[in-house]
């Protein structure tokens, strides 16, 4: 079936870091792929996505490719903010209805 | 405006009380969704609504029991809930498309706490 695999968190880093979360997924088709942002006490917010292979999702300073070859959707912004800290999921649908998550990802930025 | 409310954001209940959690979406979207998310976890399915008839259940008690009363209106009533219930309730919606890969759109959640 299909799954969705993330880094294990917490990831802590200091603010204007690099930061990657690494998502690799396994599906039969062609997904579509999306990275979901949930802040403390708060519900799910999409942050960017990606329908097909070579496709880039952007949005904040975020930025995802949709990698077929390496089965893989890697996140990463060039310069961290406090706000950014939060948790992050990574997910995929198809063609079911269904979204399917990873365990998701807690990054804490330190000023 | 890609905007999906709920409301009650927190509730606490009893055991033998009857409670209700609502949706809404102003979006056009056809599918909507319920998901029940434990701390520190992903979201787990609970129901989907297509077209305003309900198309997925994962196997969800009973004592849950989703209503959709028109296309952008999604209830889910509560009746003698267990204290491993308290959960965040998500719920979320979405475009129908022929070939899948719909993005969904969530909202605030709603915080229930079971006595």
């Known amino acids: 079936g299909n799954s969705v695999t993330q880094m294990e968190g917490p990831v802590t880093l200091s603010e204007e870091a690099f930061l990657t979360i690494n998502c690799t997924y396994t599906a039969t088709g062609y997904p579509s792929l999306f990275w979901y942002v949930q802040y403390p006490g708060e519900g799910l917010q999409l942050l960017l996505k990606?329908?097909?292979?070579?496709d880039k999702g952007s949005n904040k300073g975020f930025e995802a490719t949709y990698r077929k070859e390496t089965t893989s959707f890697h996140l990463e912004k060039g310069s961290v903010q406090v706000s950014d800290s939060a948790v992050y999921f990574c997910?995929?649908?198809?063609?079911?209805?269904?979204?399917?998550f990873g365990s998701g990802t807690r990054l804490l930025v330190r000023p | 405006d890609t905007e999906v409310t709920q409301t009650p954001k927190h509730l606490v209940m009893g055991m033998t009380n009857k409670k209700s959690l609502k949706c809404e979406q102003h979006?056009?979207?056809?599918?909507m969704y319920w998901y029940k998310q434990k701390a520190k976890k992903p979201p787990e399915l609970m129901f989907v609504?297509?077209?305003?008839?309900?198309?997925i259940n994962e196997s969800v008690p009973s004592r849950f029991s989703p209503e959709c009363p028109n296309s952008s209106l999604l209830n889910l009533h509560l009746h003698a809930l267990q204290p491993e219930d308290s959960a965040l309730y998500l719920c979320a919606s979405s475009q129908i498309l022929a070939g899948g890969g719909e993005t969904q759109y969530f909202g605030p959640g709603t915080r229930l706490l079971v006595l």
């Open positions: 609504y297509s077209y305003e008839k309900l198309s």
């Open positions: 990606a329908t097909k292979a070579d």
């Open positions: 997910a995929l649908t198809d063609s079911s209805y269904k979204l399917i």
């Open positions: 979006m056009g979207h056809r599918a």
